[in-house]
Each structure stands twice: as C-alpha cells, then as structure tokens.
C-alpha cells in the first residue's frame, strides 16, 4: 500500500479537528514558534484541518506534514493595513460558503482562532462542538480608544461571552486573568480550559549584534531600549512615547528602537515629531525575517513590552514579551496580571504599575545604573520562559482539552 493512502486511512480513524484563522499556519509559526511541536503531537490523535486565507510568503513543508491547509479564495498581504481591513471584510461576506465548506469537512471539533465579533457564534450554527482560543479583543481595540467606547466595546463583549455561554462552547485560556475575565461577564468557569502558549522555541535567542547596533547610529555611550510589534494605542505607545519625551531632558542619551508597524504608523510618527524626540527615536518598519528580528532586539540595552492597562488586556500576555525574554536582554513589561503570573519582578524580569510613569522611570534607571544585575536577571527571564512556554507542556495540555471536548458530545 502506498505511503500517502496509508496516512490518509489513518486521518479517516482519527477525530477530525478543524481550526478557523485569517492567516495560514505558517504565519502563527512567528509568534508561537512551538506551534509546530504542538502540532506534531497532536496529529497522532487528531487529523488536523486548518482553514484560512492565503498569503504569498512560502509554504512551510515539515508543517504542513501535520496538517492539511483548506483555503479561502482571498490572499491577505499582512504588511500593509489596507489590505488587512479590506479582507476581514470579505472574509465576513465569505462567511455563509465557509459555513458549507466547513460543515463539508465533517469535523469533530472546530477550533475557532479569531475574536472578531460574533465570529465564533457563527460556528455555533453548525451545531459542532467549538472551542474559542482566547486573545485579543477587538471590540475594546477598535473602540476603546476613549470612556464611552470602552464601555460600549464592554457591553457588547458580555452579551457575545454569555451567548458562547449558552451555546455550550468551550474556551482555552492562557493564564488565571483571562479566565477571571470571561467568568465575570457570564462564561461557566467549569468550561474555561488552561493551555499555556507555546511561545518558546524558534530563532529567538542571544547573539552578537553590534553591527546592526552600529547600523542605526547608537554608540556604545548610548542607552537604547527595544520595542517591536504591531502599532496600535491600545499597547500603550503613545504613552511610551510621551514619556520618553519626559526622560530624555533628563537622559539624553536614551534612544528607542522600533522596529513594527502594519497599522497605525501615521499616528505613531506624528506623534513623535509633535513631541520633537526624532532624534531619539529610530523607526523601522515591519520585519518579518524572525532571524533578523532577533538580531535587532540584541543590538539593544534592554527591551520593553506594553500593553495600556484596560479590563480586555488584563490577562493579556504579548508575544513581543516572551521574545524579549528569549533574547536574555532586560526586559522591563506593564505589570498587568496576566504578565505577573509569569514574572517575579527584579528576579527574571522587570515591571512597572500601569499608568505610572514615576515607576516607568525608576525601574528604566534601575536597569541603567545596574547593568550587570540587569542582565543577570535577564538570564533568568530566558530560563523561565523556556520553562512556563514548553511546547511539550502547551502539547499535553491541547490533547487533554480536545480529549475532554469530544467526551462531552457523548
């Protein structure tokens, strides 16, 4: 019998699960590098289906080894903002063929990945047990940009988890504060399920880069703190930057490196220019090439991760956080409860209170002033996550939750 029959006999016996995503597989390898272990181990219990638009990055083969890749007709360009914001609105028009496809596969389970509002209840029309892979919300990112709109995106968000609720879905959670989260606005606790991140793995790791240092101007005199990742208020930038405003009459040898973008740059520059710090800020645009993304994070001092402190990022842990700490580099992160269940401060990381810029200030001179013991605690940080983001652990943790999702149709 030929190899290829034999594994797709084999896919015919297991419990097929479907997972839902805007982008194709290969684009979640960035964030969560551990994925493809995960993925592995999975497979031999589960014939893994994944659903998602195209993109024009290649294929990852050994990946794809694990999964099978149904896609949409729409290929999404995740460098440009546009192009995001004009597919999401095709892929909701696309939504009832999807539904058929979907409904197509036969699944056991379907995955849903995407918190776009009223997404997942859609799958719930297909009367298959779904189980919704918490992150962001993007009601509060879309809307809470003041009181009224974070009040609005927090009325709308209940009334959509209290329907997960009703229609018996299951939710995966990251860490304690997430699922606090969605418990008080509704959702049953006993159906919330723990599965750590597999964040942990990949290209990101200490290397030599004073060549990239030297690239964008910094001197061995200069004190530069990396932040990287996708713009937008919600991450608390425009705060970051009308505090570095603040520091550097004091420091003026403090620089930032950015390296990000995809939406919301206009803003971002803007705001730099009126605050008049272009001298101490280097920008640079998105980068996808992980190997050199890692470079640039180690042509820093110290690296930071933030997120503004708002009831949808409580439980919020950025994957820009945990690649810091992969690096071994000082990290210095909002001390939000999702953060803090990972990070004990001064010990494997740095935190700072939300909303504080005294604290912002103080521990950025901490670091500054106690190089040496920064970076011993930087080491720190990289064991810890290696530990708390093992792909094994996150691999175990998935099959028990799938385990458990079928036992319950039963």
Same mark, same amino acid.
């Given at each position: 019998?030929?190899?290829?029959?034999?594994?797709?006999?084999?896919?015919?016996?297991?419990?097929?699960?479907?997972?839902?995503?805007?982008?194709?597989?290969?684009?979640?390898?960035?964030?969560?590098?551990?994925?493809?272990?995960?993925?592995?181990?999975?497979?031999?219990?589960?014939?893994?289906?994944?659903?998602?638009?195209?993109?024009?990055?290649?294929?990852?083969?050994?990946?794809?080894?694990?999964?099978?890749?149904?896609?949409?007709?729409?290929?999404?360009?995740?460098?440009?903002?546009?192009?995001?914001?004009?597919?999401?609105?095709?892929?909701?028009?696309?939504?009832?063929?999807?539904?058929?496809?979907?409904?197509?596969?036969?699944?056991?389970?379907?995955?849903?990945?995407?918190?776009?509002?009223?997404?997942?209840?859609?799958?719930?029309?297909?009367?298959?047990?779904?189980?919704?892979?918490?992150?962001?919300?993007?009601?509060?990112?879309?809307?809470?940009?003041?009181?009224?709109?974070?009040?609005?995106?927090?009325?709308?968000?209940?009334?959509?988890?209290?329907?997960?609720?009703?229609?018996?879905?299951?939710?995966?959670?990251?860490?304690?504060?997430?699922?606090?989260?969605?418990?008080?606005?509704?959702?049953?606790?006993?159906?919330?399920?723990?599965?750590?991140?597999?964040?942990?793995?990949?290209?990101?790791?200490?290397?030599?880069?004073?060549?990239?240092?030297?690239?964008?101007?910094?001197?061995?005199?200069?004190?530069?703190?990396?932040?990287?990742?996708?713009?937008?208020?919600?991450?608390?930038?425009?705060?970051?930057?009308?505090?570095?405003?603040? @520091?550097?009459? %004091?420091?003026? =040898?403090? *620089?930032?490196?950015?390296?990000? #973008?995809?939406? /919301?740059?206009?803003?971002? !520059?803007?705001?730099?220019?009126?605050?008049?710090?272009?001298?101490?800020?280097?920008?640079?645009?998105?980068?996808?090439?992980?190997?050199?993304?890692?470079?640039?994070?180690?042509?820093?001092?110290?690296?930071?991760?933030?997120?503004?402190?708002?009831?949808?990022?409580?439980?919020?842990?950025?994957?820009?956080?945990?690649?810091?700490?992969?690096?071994?580099?000082?990290?210095?992160?909002?001390?939000?409860?999702?953060?803090?269940?990972?990070?004990?401060?001064?010990?494997?990381?740095?935190?700072?209170?939300?909303?504080?810029?005294?604290?912002?200030?103080?521990? @950025?001179?901490? %670091?500054?002033? =106690?190089? *040496?013991?920064?970076?011993?605690? #930087?080491?720190? /940080?990289?064991?810890?996550? !290696?530990?708390?983001?093992?792909?094994?652990?996150?691999?175990?943790?998935?099959?028990?939750?799938?385990?458990?999702?079928?036992?319950?149709?039963?």
């Amino acid at each position: 019998m030929r190899k290829d029959k034999k594994v797709e006999m084999q896919n015919k016996q297991k419990p097929k699960l479907l997972i839902l995503h805007r982008y194709p597989p290969e684009f979640e390898l960035i964030p969560f590098p551990g994925l493809m272990e995960v993925y592995r181990q999975l497979s031999k219990e589960f014939s893994i289906v994944h659903f998602s638009m195209t993109w024009k990055d290649p294929k990852n083969e050994e990946l794809r080894k694990y999964i099978k890749v149904k896609t949409m007709p729409l290929e999404i360009n995740i460098k440009s903002t546009f192009d995001k914001w004009a597919k999401l609105f095709l892929y909701y028009l696309y939504l009832p063929i999807a539904l058929l496809r979907i409904r197509k596969e036969k699944p056991d389970i379907i995955m849903c990945k995407e918190l776009f509002p009223f997404l997942p209840s859609f799958m719930g029309l297909l009367k298959i047990p779904v189980i919704i892979d918490l992150g962001d919300w993007w009601l509060s990112i879309i809307f809470g940009i003041n009181k009224t709109g974070r009040k609005a995106a927090d009325l709308m968000e209940s009334f959509e988890i209290r329907h997960w609720n009703k229609q018996g879905f299951f939710l995966m959670s990251h860490n304690n504060s997430e699922k606090e989260f969605v418990a008080k606005r509704g959702f049953s606790k006993e159906r919330v399920a723990r599965v750590n991140l597999p964040m942990y793995g990949g290209v990101y790791s200490p290397c030599n880069a004073k060549l990239e240092r030297k690239k964008f101007g910094f001197t061995d005199k200069d004190f530069v703190v990396g932040l990287h990742g996708i713009i937008h208020r919600s991450k608390g930038y425009d705060q970051v930057l009308e505090w570095w405003a603040k @520091l550097v009459k %004091i420091h003026p =040898n403090w *620089k930032i490196l950015f390296v990000g #973008g995809t939406m /919301g740059e206009g803003w971002f !520059k803007k705001l730099i220019s009126d605050l008049k710090i272009e001298r101490n800020i280097v920008t640079i645009g998105w980068v996808s090439d992980q190997i050199v993304l890692n470079r640039y994070l180690n042509s820093v001092d110290c690296l930071l991760a933030t997120r503004r402190n708002t009831p949808d990022t409580q439980g919020n842990t950025p994957s820009a956080f945990t690649h810091n700490l992969m690096t071994g580099k000082p990290t210095l992160t909002t001390g939000l409860p999702g953060v803090v269940e990972v990070i004990q401060h001064r010990k494997n990381g740095f935190l700072f209170k939300p909303d504080s810029f005294e604290s912002f200030k103080s521990e @950025l001179e901490y %670091i500054y002033n =106690n190089r *040496k013991k920064a970076i011993a605690i #930087g080491k720190k /940080g990289m064991q810890r996550v !290696k530990e708390y983001y093992n792909a094994n652990v996150a691999a175990k943790q998935f099959i028990k939750t799938a385990r458990r999702m079928l036992n319950s149709r039963d």
